[in-house]
């Protein structure tokens, strides 16, 4: 592949703001197409683990962004009584990894990645569809409402129904249902204090954990036919989870109906054949959808952006270094989403049993099935000093 000058990025979401700053930081001339109106993200959190962490540190952001975020890890994994399952603590995960597991708005990453930029590098209103792929003698070409654009790389950051991802391989079977379905919510909580915790039912599972800013994220998850809605999904919501142990009634009462989010589930069952198709490249979920069960989507997302940056001009670089390790994740994480959304009540006893019997161990042991994953190291070195270890918070 010929030397990379000129990129376009498709998407304007967490992979491809992260895939355009490394690629604007290492000289080339990025045009980031968005086709919502602004960059701004649905109301909800994401959890940033230290690999994807260390990815930031590339770009020079990884201390920025652990500064703006809060901590997570001391709470656990609880039972809708409110019995503790297994606890967990924030000083051990960072130990093991090499530094902090964080929560913070998607808003406030997506800003600070955005910032990174010119301000004429993003178009937002920006519907684009792939017109050629290009190959070794010629540039791509995307078609945008204002003309074609040329590129020497493409760069496909379109989500879960990925319009690019079906062009370059159409026979491949796209993104399946999950089984489920989430809800999200960012919101204040008046005067209610409680630890980060995950909790696991029947078909269905609760996460509280607080924001640095004293809001709450809230989320949840349950079996469902796809495309099934209620009325009212803050109503849905506590008549499934009402009764369930302090505080979750707390944070069902501080909600309105329009602060919750409900999406459906999908991920890529049926791994692609590879990442790249001439000049264009896929990354995130438009490359590997994974059931958010492992907290790794968006980590991912910005993995797969600092890889592709250093591997930009030898694609096949980056589909050997990335199709491998997220195949990997995604199937765990549906194994664990098999495991933790399960209906049946004698392998929750099961489960919950195994999961209190690992605890006793130690938090070190729990975090063993993170192994591989947050412990994961970026190709080149940070572009800016930065502070990478476990630190004090």
Not at 158 to 174: I, M, N, Q
Not at 206 to 212: A, C, D, E, F
Not at 220 to 225: G, S
Not at 339 to 343: G, H, I, Q
């Given at each position: ?5 000129r990129?376009?990025v ?12 490394a ?6 001339q ?5 086709r919502?109106?602004?960059l ?8 940033l ?6 990815a ?6 990884g ?5 703006l ?7 656990g ?11 967990s ?5 960072a130990?093991?990894?090499g ?8 808003a406030?990453?997506?800003?600070s990645l ?12 920006a519907g684009?569809t ?11 070409r995307?078609?945008?409402?204002d ?10 950051a ?17 993104a ?12 204040p ?7 980060s ?7 269905r599972l ?7 800013d ?5 989320y ?6 796809a495309?099934?809605r209620?009325?009212d ?8 989870y ?7 009634p707390a ?17 890529i069952?049926?791994?692609?054949p590879?990442?790249h198709?001439?000049?264009v ?25 600092v890889?592709l ?27 664990i989403?098999r ?5 049946n009540r ?6 919950d ?9 130690g ?16 190709p ?14």
């Open positions: 592949m010929t030397q990379i000058r990129v376009v498709i998407g304007g979401g967490i992979g491809g703001l992260t895939a355009a700053a690629l604007h930081l290492s000289g080339r990025v045009t980031v197409l968005e919502a109106r602004s701004a993200p649905v109301g909800a959190a994401i959890s683990a230290p690999n994807s962490l260390r930031l540190d590339v770009i020079g952001l201390d920025e962004i652990r500064d975020a809060a901590w997570t890890g001391d709470g994994l609880r039972t809708p009584g409110g019995r503790w399952l297994s606890r603590s924030a000083a051990a995960a130990e093991r990894f530094g902090p597991l964080v929560l913070l708005h998607r406030t990453l997506i800003n955005a910032a990174l930029l010119p301000p004429d590098a993003i178009r937002t209103a684009s792939l017109a050629d792929p290009g190959d070794a003698r010629r540039p791509a995307v078609r945008t409402p003309g074609e654009l040329e590129a020497d790389l493409v760069v496909a379109d989500g879960v129904r990925s319009a690019v991802r079906a062009t370059l391989f159409p026979d491949h079977p796209g399946v249902y999950s089984g489920f379905t989430t809800w999200r919510a960012v919101i909580v008046p005067a209610t204090e409680f630890a915790h995950e909790t696991w039912g029947r078909g609760w996460g509280t954990h607080p924001l640095k004293g809001r709450v994220y809230a949840a998850a349950a079996l469902a036919p495309g099934e209620a009325p999904e803050r109503a849905e919501l506590v008549r499934r009402g009764d369930w142990h302090d505080p979750i944070v069902l009462a501080a909600a309105r109906p329009e602060d919750v989010l409900r999406h459906d589930v999908h991920h069952a049926e791994p692609l590879a990442f198709r001439g000049r490249a896929l990354l995130g979920d438009a490359a590997h959808a994974m059931p958010p069960t492992l907290g790794q989507g968006g980590n991912q997302a910005i993995e797969d952006a890889v940056a250093h591997h930009a001009d030898d694609l096949a670089a980056y589909t050997a270094a990335r199709l491998p390790r997220t195949t990997a994740i995604a199937r765990q994480a549906v194994r989403g495991l933790n959304m399960t209906p004698a392998l929750m006893a099961v489960r049993s195994a999961i209190a019997a690992l605890s006793l161990a938090p070190a042991l729990f975090l063993r099935g993170f192994d591989g994953i947050a412990d994961w190291r970026p080149q070195p940070p572009y800016a000093s930065v502070v990478s270890g476990a630190g004090e918070r």
